[in-house]
Nanobody, 124 residues
Framework: QVQLVESGGGLVQAGDSLRLSCAASGRTFSSYSMGWFRQAPGKERQFVASIRWSGGNTYYTDSVKGRFTISRDSAENTVYLQMNSLKPEDTAVYYC?????????????????WGQGTQVTVSS
């Protein structure tokens, strides 16, 4: 069982930065690919970024490439999402997800565990 706890959301202005954190419980963090998804009001949940359990390959949805960076700290069992140059369309609840020894790519991904979400609001 893995528990995921997100933090770092908030209200910012367009162009600002935020860093989201996702702390994972358990001793097998290195065996999990980690990802971030988001869901805006009235919209389906969307894949944002992921980092593979082996090799550390990263993947991003096109709309955040060059602005967001996903990283992980295995010593701290934490995955981060650094979000720069935020736009109002980035406003959503952001969810952390974990998949055991599987790559998380795209909206069809089926992670094993989900966090409770953290709200990010970007004002124009």
């Amino acid at each position: 069982q893995v528990q995921l706890v997100e933090s770092g959301g908030g209200l910012v202005q367009a162009g600002d930065s935020l860093r989201l954190s996702c702390a994972a419980s358990g001793r097998t963090f290195s065996s999990y690919s980690m990802g971030w998804f988001r869901q805006a009001p009235g919209k389906e949940r969307q894949f944002v970024a992921s980092i593979r359990w082996s090799g550390g390959n990263t993947y991003y949805t096109d709309s955040v490439k060059g602005r967001f960076t996903i990283s992980r700290d295995s010593a701290e069992n934490t995955v981060y999402l650094q979000m720069n140059s935020l736009k109002p369309e980035d406003t959503a609840v952001y969810y952390c997800a974990a998949a055991f020894r599987r790559t998380i790519i795209g909206g069809s991904a089926t992670p094993d565990y989900w966090g409770q979400g953290t709200q990010v609001t970007v004002s124009s």
